[in-house]
């Protein structure tokens, strides 16, 4: 690992600069143009894990995965959001805020979904 290199981060490659020297776990957000990364003392979408000790009677059973059905931004909603700017909270905000299915879903796989779109 050298202080000058980079690293590829999904699409981007990013200055290495900003990992070196920062405990295990820490957590970063990429830019909206994916050019650096910034380590954030809060992670932006919730607690993974906390708060999940409540009991729910609720389930994802009858949910069922028809991304064209149920999420109301198309791709091409989503593509103008990132050329305007937007941040990866924000668009996950909306793509949340657009799903017919997000608000029937248990606390556990609100959390997941917020992460793995994050």
């Not at 590829?8 to 990992?19: A, D, E, I, N, Y």
């Not at 820490?26 to 050019?35: E, I, K, N, P, R």
């Not at 657009?98 to 992460?115: C, D, G, I, L, P």
């Amino acid at each position: 690992i050298r202080a000058n290199g980079t690293v590829k981060l999904g699409r981007s490659h990013v200055p290495m600069t900003p990992f070196i020297g920062v405990p295990y776990g820490a957590v970063f957000t990429l830019s909206a143009d994916g050019s650096k990364a910034e380590r954030v003392t809060e992670c932006p979408v919730g607690e993974w894990a906390a708060g999940m000790t409540t009991v729910t009677q609720k389930t994802n059973e009858g949910l069922f995965d028809r991304n064209e059905v149920n999420q109301k931004l198309s791709a091409d909603e989503i593509a103008a959001m990132k050329a305007a700017g937007k941040g990866g909270v924000e668009i996950v905000e909306a793509l949340c805020a657009n799903s017919s299915t997000f608000q029937q879903k248990t606390e556990f796989a609100q959390e997941k979904y917020k992460k793995k779109k994050a």
